[in-house]
């Protein structure tokens, strides 16, 4: 395998949120009975809260003593799944993985020159949020999203130095929300956001009723991401096949919900919707990665995505008919973060190229790898040394280019 020692752009980092305390401060005061996030013991013992509902998480996930498994024990996580047994070899958490300054440093170790820097603990939260917006009423569930986005700016940035680029969260509870909460986001010098996967409210989300928020990511050249959540649209399958959402993932999924209603099935039906529905016709300046999906499943939804449109070529287009085949819109306008232990290789001779392929090391999860320069070693194997340096750096550099 050609030796890469060049830099590294890593499209998958994480936060780790020591505490959540910080919604205190900006969370308003009217919203702390029934949406205060807390960290702390409770009814079902220690745990998430939003009021007074626990947040579903793997049991001992989260502790009181602060201890979280160490970066990148990819393998033994994997074993542990198998097993059902914990990584029990816990480390306190390092400055870098809570502190601005001390993860650059962290990243110039690494030989890192750019990093999209995820939400950590919050990602959890994505389905019970959607469902009390659902009970509740979007407004609660709004001022959480605001509240976490206020301490992202004042803790992380949204862009420090071009080095980590954070991501403020969306969702589209609210449509005039989201305007405004984009606008601030873009006024603050936001380059990315995460939301989570599928439709909203019944509508898709590249339905034209979200256009006014699309708008403001298209006119900022604003990077949207789907990063791997509870998919709550899923909801109505679960139930439907008998079996219960809402489960904590690694000790609660069913071997047929980790196959058919978690990451892969709910991020290949939520970009397939973007592309078909032109929503890049009408944003062209919007792009989209996958995150923490894999990649596996790339090469057979192009050519679905192909097949699928000639098979509704005198059906109903709802934005009008394409004019590409959606495969090349999507390797223009689309990333997706392959998984270190995918067969990168299959995936770019079968795509037939790398240019829509990132890497990401996961850092600090336990269950990626425990350097970035790792994922060359373990999933570029094969690759020659253009298609290496595509992956492990100028994507994700094409994707955020450095500021003007």
Partial sequence: MPIYGGPIFDSDTHIHEVDFSFFREFLPKKFHEDWLLEVRNGP????????????????????????????GRLKEWLAAIASGKDI?????????????????????????DGSILFIGHMVTTFGMLDLLAEELGAEGACAVIHAYNEYLLKEWSFNADDRIYSTP??????????????????DNGGRVIVMPMGPARGKAAADATYDPLW?????????LTFHVSEATFMHPLVRAFGEEPMKPRRMGLTAWQWMFTY????????????????????????????????????????????????????GYWPQGQLKERPSTIFKRHCFVVAYPEDDIKKIVD????????????????????????????EGCIGLTEPEIRAIMHDNGRRLLPRSA
């Fill in 263 to 314: 990451s892969e099935i709910p991020i290949m039906m939520t970009m397939a919707s973007f592309v078909y529905l032109n929503f890049f016709e009408r944003f062209p300046n919007i792009k989209m990665v996958s995150v923490e999906n894999g990649a596996e499943w790339l090469p057979r939804f192009l050519h679905k995505m192909d097949k699928m449109r000639g098979m509704a070529r005198n």
């Fill in 215 to 223: 708008r403001v990511l298209d006119d900022n050249h604003i990077v």
């Fill in 350 to 377: 079968e795509i037939g190229g790398a240019e829509c392929l990132l890497m990401g090391s996961d850092y600090p999860h336990a269950e990626g790898v425990p350097t970035p320069r790792d994922f060359m070693q």
């Fill in 169 to 186: 969260i969306l969702a589209l509870w609210d449509v005039d929300w989201a305007v405004k909460e984009a606008k601030w986001i873009a």
């Fill in 88 to 112: 029990d070899d816990r480390i306190k958490p390092t400055q870098d993985m809570y502190k601005r300054r001390e993860r650059i440093a962290k990243l110039d170790e690494f030989g890192v």
């Fill in 44 to 71: 079902a013992g220690f745990g998430m809260y939003i009021g007074e509902r626990v947040v579903p998480t793997t049991p001992g996930e989260m502790r009181e003593d602060g201890l979280m498994p160490p970066p």
